[in-house]
């Protein structure tokens, strides 16, 4: 593969993520965080070439809704600019793009919403295609379950299996600060928590939660002074797999594999083992184990350490997780991931999903030095 | 933009008020595969998929693309959902534009598309923000007082947008895949029932269900394709924040900022006279002459009297949507890339009964929002 | 059903309820319940003075934040306005209405707003009006405090003061 362009991700804002917020609205949660982002980076917005979002108008309850979230972003003079109806997550992979096409050397990708405000398990139910599966009332959680069990019926994991990867990662949420979930969670108490549909248990699940996201991307040549410690994007590929669920091996995920195969060539890279951590959108244990055997990670080796952020189960801000996974490979690679910094980290991966049992997937893989030279 | 970007080959479907014949996925299979058929490409051959539509409340499925994905031979690649208010179908376009730019993918399928009639549009287009009094039922009351503003600000006489309203049926009448192809008097619109003054019921677009396709390809990857491409010359989105103070929502600067960039990037200094014809996002009737000021198309305040003169009709100087335009089909998520899809058939030679004679540079545009969003591109017949 | 219907299924009908609840954030709340006291509050920018009301937390056009509030007068300026003849959903309103934008006094955004209390060939652009609140004791801190504008009578607005305001 040619040389492509050196990208980094050079900011990251991101509030704690809490449960509700009943104080402000999803514009007035993000402008904080677009300002705050762009002052770590001692610049100013019109120092920004670029600006794309990511957000769902059924989420928000508003058809048009992230419209108004321009007002905040700084959209003024007029800005270039994209808006996805998806994780913001794949807004970056976009900006990404347009900095390989020569069009920016600068971007802020927004991630809000507030998840609170509507019934997100009856909302989600749209997702699926609405003569079958939307039809029959499935929600997330039962597509989760019927993932979970699928995967469990073919590897042979328990349900102890299940409470033990929960409550690391409940475990890893108590050294951050912007986790929903904060408090140490003992895999016995797990495991007896109430099924919400089998094998499926309350504890298992990632709570919904809301907060606002900007992480700033810079092309090589403005990274540099905007962070002394630049995340550099070394390979990034994303795919979907058709929905029909009845028609995919849910046990595994061939498009993660895919997309994951795909980011390592691009970074040169033969195994997801080569960097230190990694951040899965797993919003269940089901499906970071399906990921981890999609990425080929041995669970059982210490590297890659496995969600140091405590992940989407320690709460999942719904359009924003996957952005948050690479907010959070930033914070690791540029020395900002305080108490739970992964030692030494200089290569990370960071995952987002979309659709129920992880339709869609998209991977990061990035480093503390540049790709291509 | 460092690689050159060609427009391959265009599909779309017969847009009428209500396709009760397909479901949604069917109605996204007839533009994708008459698109990959012009295109001489199947999916196989599709290294990336960009999608764009307006608001899942408009079918009641959210993400649908997500439902989609194996009816747009989707499965196991890289797909991205746009979502841009009433330009989305254009900066849909665009963002395909720059996946193929960046040099990552040979052949993009671009795909727009509203299937309207299954959920209840006018609820959907009148959003009852919380805390906000409703005051309106429509897009078209949000903006008719701009347009008052317009005839206000440079005296334009009355007949000006029944005017339009009459040229765009006449262009229908050209195009095979139009909603509305039934010509109307200009006593017939005048004489219309008059939903938010000064907009008249036939001088509004329609509701259409509709989808367009777009196969978008690198130089090399064009030069192996049955046709002669439209190459993109230029092609930008911008947006620009609603409240601001002294904002101009007749001529929104987004608009001019937007085709004065592109008009740099395709080296246009005399847009009247270099560009041959302009699909642009005209959904009530005075917005074609305002949007022909806002383009630079004529100076400010001249925009009406381009349309008295007649110079924008068909055959005359700088035709104007020959396609009918959105106030002929709108099926919202699509119009703003059957604006572009419809400028690449034109410099391709292919735009049948309605074929601009000797046109060899295009200019397609869209907007979305409150006047906020402006998705622009020009496509030639040279790269 | 062991036979397959005669003819086949073409449509299915779903209905969708989705509750929600919505934050109005606290500059909204601030607002609203100051309508309980006839009051109409706006926020400042602190880079460039330019007041917005209802009140957001920062400036659109200046990226600054936008806190000070500061109190609006409940009259104004039509900056434009369009004549509805359909009905709009979740109002009960006498056809024509005129739905207008109102540059409020002091303000340097209107707000959108019906009028009545004018027959609709009256409006006009520069027109000044003023706010018909609900009676004391009927208004509870909620967008419907104000009922409509109504023209006040005082001479039209020169253009030069509200074209700006659109």
Redesign the interface.
């Known amino acids: 593969m040619s040389n492509l362009r050196n990208v980094a991700v050079v900011g990251f804002a991101q509030a704690p993520i809490v449960t509700r917020d009943l104080h402000r609205t999803s514009q007035d949660m993000l402008y904080p965080q677009v300002r705050r982002a762009l002052d770590e980076c001692g610049v100013s917005r019109d120092d920004i070439d670029y600006q794309v979002a990511g957000s769902s108008d059924y989420i928000d309850g508003r058809p048009f809704g992230f419209v108004m979230a321009l007002d905040v972003m700084g959209s003024w003079p007029p800005r270039q600019d994209l808006h996805v109806e998806m994780d913001a997550a794949f807004a970056a992979y976009y900006a990404w793009l347009r900095m390989q096409a020569g069009d920016c050397d600068t971007a802020i990708v927004c991630g809000y919403g507030k998840s609170s405000e509507g019934d997100l398990d009856r909302v989600l139910n749209l997702q699926l295609d609405p003569f079958y599966f939307g039809a029959i009332g499935l929600d997330p959680v039962a597509t989760s379950a019927l993932q979970a069990s699928a995967f469990m019926e073919h590897s042979k994991k328990s349900d102890h299996d299940f409470a033990a990867i929960a409550a690391r990662n409940r475990a890893a949420g108590v050294r951050n600060p912007d986790a929903l979930l904060r408090e140490v969670a003992d895999p016995e108490v797990l495991s007896e928590s109430e099924w919400v549909t089998g094998p499926l248990r309350r504890g298992y699940m990632s709570p919904y939660g809301e907060t606002a996201v900007c992480l700033v991307l810079a092309a090589e040549g403005k990274a540099e002074a905007m962070c002394d410690r630049p995340a550099w994007i070394h390979g990034l590929d994303q795919r979907i797999e058709m929905q029909n669920i009845g028609a995919r091996n849910l046990a595994t995920s061939a498009g993660a594999q895919l997309a994951t195969q795909k980011a390592l060539a691009m970074a040169g890279l033969t195994a997801v083992k080569d960097c230190d951590f990694v951040e899965l959108s797993a919003t269940n244990p089901a499906e970071e184990m399906i990921l981890c055997q999609a990425m080929d990670i041995d669970p059982e080796e210490e590297r890659p350490v496995i969600n140091p952020s405590g992940g989407p189960m320690c709460g999942n801000p719904i359009m924003m997780t996957g952005l948050i996974r690479l907010g959070e490979v930033f914070r690791q690679l540029s020395g900002r991931a305080g108490d739970h910094a992964v030692a030494g980290a200089q290569r990370g991966l960071a995952h987002a999903a979309s659709g129920h049992c992880l339709q869609q997937n998209l991977v990061f893989v990035c480093g503390s030095e540049r790709r291509w030279t | 933009m460092k690689r050159p970007v060609a427009v391959v080959g265009v599909g779309q479907t017969h847009h009428s008020a209500r396709r009760a014949d397909v479901s949604i996925a069917g109605l996204v299979r007839e533009a994708v595969d008459r698109a990959l058929l012009d295109a001489g490409l199947e999916h196989k051959d599709i290294d990336a998929i960009v999608i764009g539509k307006a608001p899942d409340q408009l079918e009641g499925v959210m993400q649908p693309e997500q439902y989609l994905a194996g009816a747009l031979g989707a499965h196991m690649k890289p797909l991205l959902r746009v979502h841009t208010a009433g330009s989305v179908g254009a900066s849909t376009a665009l963002a395909a534009v720059t996946h193929v730019a960046s040099g990552l993918f040979e052949r993009v399928l671009t795909v727009a598309f509203e299937k309207q009639s299954e959920g209840n549009a006018m609820w959907a287009l009148s959003p009852s923000l919380p805390f906000t009094p409703p005051l309106v039922a429509g897009a078209g009351g949000f903006f008719a007082p701009y347009c008052r503003a317009y005839i206000a600000k440079t005296g334009a006489p009355p007949h000006i947008g029944p005017m339009i309203a009459v040229n765009a049926r006449e262009n229908a009448m050209r195009n095979q895949y139009a909603h509305l192809r039934e010509p109307v008097t200009l006593e017939e619109v005048t004489e219309s029932f008059m939903l938010w003054e000064p907009i008249r019921y036939l001088e509004t677009c329609p509701s259409s269900d509709g989808a367009v396709a777009m196969v978008l390809a690198s130089e090399e990857a064009a030069k192996q394709g049955p046709r002669k491409p439209a190459w993109v010359k230029a092609g930008y989105s911008y947006a620009e924040a609603m409240w601001v103070p002294g904002r101009d929502q007749v001529s929104p600067r987004a608009g001019r900022d937007c085709v004065k960039h592109v008009y740099e990037t395709a080296g246009i200094t005399d847009p009247w006279n270099q560009i041959d014809t302009a699909e642009i996002y005209v959904p009530f009737s005075w917005f074609e002459a305002m949007w022909l000021e806002n383009l630079g198309f004529c100076e400010e305040g001249e925009g009406w009297k381009v349309v008295d003169r007649g110079d924008q009709k068909f055959g005359r100087h700088l035709p104007i949507n020959p396609s009918g335009g959105v106030m002929c089909t709108n099926p919202i998520g699509a119009s703003g890339m059957l604006r572009l899809g419809e400028t690449a058939l034109q410099v391709m030679g292919r735009a049948g009964e309605h074929q601009v004679e000797g046109c060899k540079t295009a200019l397609g545009h869209a907007y979305g929002g409150g006047a906020q969003y402006f998705a622009i591109w020009i496509v030639g017949d040279e790269m | 059903m062991s036979q397959p219907p005669e003819t086949p299924i073409?449509?299915?009908e779903?209905a969708?309820r989705?509750?929600?609840?919505?934050?109005?954030?606290?500059?909204?709340a601030r607002y609203?319940r100051a309508l309980r006291d006839k009051k109409i509050l706006g926020s400042r920018c602190a880079a460039t003075g330019?007041v917005?009301v209802p009140p957001?937390?920062?400036a659109?056009?200046?990226?600054a934040p936008a806190d000070e509030f500061v109190e609006l007068a409940d009259r104004g300026v039509v900056?434009?306005?369009?004549?509805?003849?359909?009905?709009?959903?979740?109002?009960e309103v006498e056809l024509?209405y005129v739905?207008?934008?109102v540059a409020l006094d002091g303000a340097?955004?209107s707000i959108?707003?019906?009028l009545q209390e004018c027959k609709?060939e009256e409006a006009r652009?520069g027109m000044r009006v003023e706010a018909v609140w609900k009676p004391d004791g009927e208004r509870t801190g909620d967008?419907?405090d104000i009922l409509y504008f109504r023209p006040t009578g005082e001479p039209d607005a020169p253009r030069a003061s509200f074209i700006?305001?659109?």
């Open positions: 073409k449509y299915i779903s969708i989705l509750p929600y609840h919505h934050v109005a954030g606290d500059y909204r609203l330019k917005f957001i937390m920062s659109p056009h200046s990226f900056t434009t306005y369009c004549v509805v003849n359909i009905p709009v959903i979740g109002r024509p739905a207008a934008s340097d955004i959108f707003a019906m609709a652009m967008h419907t700006n305001r659109l």
